[in-house]
């Protein structure tokens, strides 16, 4: 290995819920800044722009969003998902991308979630209906990086992250079971933009 090598290990931060002061998006940042070294963070934020799955779409060439959403995973090593219950299920907009990605390889990763509700349901129907889409996509679900980690919105910071240091001990244990699941693998520096590109 040379000065040039380096461990790097590729978590994508995908947020169900297009809201700008969202608390899912707040999770996700936060779940960013904690991530230790050798492990490299990207937040998906593309989900506004994704096209209505259809399809007679699915071909190359491929929506510019479509793409760019792919190769995000093809980049990625595991998965974390912070996503939001409405009306009793997935936001659509969430389910959408996660349609884009049925049928195809690009979600045979590791992956958990962390559910930031403080309803009195816990957005369990949600969850439970992520379980289910992810069993189409090939998904590696790991069970210890799947937690209820409840947000009040007034614990989201100025900076639009979590400071409070309960919620941060147990996302730092969400990080750690995820990554357990994650082989380290060596890449040269100049090698990520690559492998982002599958
Ligand atoms: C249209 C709509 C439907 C909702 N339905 C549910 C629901 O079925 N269950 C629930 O627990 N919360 C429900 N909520 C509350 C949201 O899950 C809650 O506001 C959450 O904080 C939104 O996530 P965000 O802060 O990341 O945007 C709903 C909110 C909206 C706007």
Not at 32 to 54: I, S
Not at 117 to 139: I, K, N
Request: glycine share 12%; hydrophobic share 40%; proline share 6%.
């Amino acid at each position: 290995m040379t000065d040039d090598d380096m461990v790097v290990r590729e978590l994508l931060l995908i947020c169900g819920s297009l809201r700008a002061a969202s608390t899912n998006m707040a999770m996700m940042r936060t779940v960013l800044q904690m991530l230790p070294d050798g492990v490299a963070g990207t937040l998906y934020e593309g989900l506004a722009t994704l096209p209505h799955f259809d399809p007679d779409d699915d071909h190359d060439p491929l929506p510019a969003a479509v793409e760019s959403l792919r190769a995000s995973l093809r980049g990625a090593d595991a998965i974390m998902f912070c996503t939001p219950e409405y009306a009793g299920g997935l936001p659509g907009s969430f389910k959408n991308l996660l349609d884009w990605t049925v049928g195809g390889q690009e979600i045979e990763l590791p992956v958990g979630w962390i559910n930031v509700s403080t309803a009195p349901g816990g957005a369990q129907r949600a969850h439970e209906s992520l379980g289910v889409v992810l069993g189409y996509t090939g998904a590696q679900v790991v069970a210890t990086a799947c937690k209820q980690i409840p947000v009040r919105r007034d614990l989201i910071d100025s900076d639009g992250t979590i400071g409070d240091e309960t919620i941060r001990s147990e996302v730092s244990h969400v990080i750690a079971e995820i990554l357990t699941h994650v082989p380290r693998q060596h890449r040269t520096v100049g090698d990520q933009g690559a492998g982002l590109g599958g």
